[in-house]
């Protein structure tokens, strides 16, 4: 999208692929990646070498503090903000059974599963997002291609009994040759944990053409705050001609006033990925209507609150807001979480990523 857009301009756009620490550390959870930005930083050097004009990032990986020769060219129109629950075969949040291993990286999802659930069973789950979701399906259709394949041998023993109904219509092989890719990668996965459900952002599910694959619960925006900066997109750049024209060609104002106020209101409190923390800001006429909810990482203690930010200062609203919010115990329940991930031999919060 945002090469079309440059494009439009009559720029010559080249896409280049750079691997990050963040994906080369696969099976370490996110809060111990050890490195602020790690799904960033790698990008951005490329653009302050000269190898690259713009780096183009998932908002809510960046650290709030930048290098200041980098500037945020352009937000560009934001997607869906809110998290979703996904399971085998559709079943609600709600309607879980007591138990449940839901799987999420992220500490925020976790302490707002047991807010809501306290009796839910919350595993470590880490990937891209098909990854995520064919180790949530691969027990369920592993059992099933169990059951057609010991079928396939009893229909075979029964081989001219006229009177032997099959228990499939199918044999395994034409089951098994309908499965999308998908399916055939959660077959072919070896389960390590079995996941009732999973816990993503929306955002990458569609953007990953994956919506279609699996049942989901979009989860309230009220009830059930997604990270700052959630469903946005940032393009990073040098200051200059480059950075103006990237702004202007893709910039979206009301998307960039909104994870603004997020992102403010993060950086005022120093929550980054090392707290169960939710930030959702969203325009309407002249306000901003944000919310806020810090928990402590159990979700047993929390600290939430929504206010309407006047729009012409948002920035400075959001500041303000983030004050009173340490004041009320935000900043108790943040230094809480960072002293227990010290205690826990994880790296200190200087060497946080901001979360992805």
Known sequence: MVGERLEERRYDVDLVTVETTGDQLADELIHRLGKTGAFVRELDERVLDGDCDAAIHSLK??????????????????????????????????????????????????????????????????????????????????????????????????????????????????????????????????????????????????????????DFEPLSLTTFVPSPG????????????????????????????????????????GGGCIAPLGIHAVVQGEYVHTAVAVYDRDGETSVKATRDLPIETHATAARSFAEELADRGAAELIEESRKELEDDGEPGPEDQPEGK
Do not use: M
Request: glycine share 6%; net charge negative.
């Open 61 to 214: 990986d960046v650290p709030t503090e930048q290098p200041d020769e980098l500037v945020t060219a352009a937000v560009p129109e934001r997607g869906p903000a809110e998290d979703v629950l996904l399971t085998p075969e559709g079943t609600t949040l709600d309607d879980l059974p007591r138990g449940a291993t839901v799987g999420t990286s992220s500490l925020r999802r976790r302490a707002l599963l047991l807010d809501q659930r306290p009796d839910l069973t919350v595993e470590p789950l880490r990937g891209n997002v098909d990854t995520r979701i064919e180790k949530l399906l691969a027990p369920t259709l592993q059992a099933e291609h169990e059951a057609r394949t010991e079928a396939d041998k009893e229909r075979k023993g029964h081989a001219g009994d006229e009177d032997f109904e099959p228990e499939y219509d199918r044999t395994v092989e034409e089951w098994f040759d309908d499965c999308t890719e998908l399916e055939k990668g959660a077959l072919g996965r070896e389960v390590e944990t079995e996941y009732d459900a999973i816990v993503l952002a929306r955002a990458g599910l569609e953007r990953s053409g994956l919506a279609h694959a699996v």
């Open 230 to 269: 959630q469903g946005a997109l940032c393009v990073t750049a040098t200051d200059g001609e480059t950075a103006r024209e990237i702004q202007s060609a893709i910039d979206h104002p009301r998307s960039r006033v909104e994870v603004t106020v997020e992102r403010t209101i993060l950086a005022t409190l």
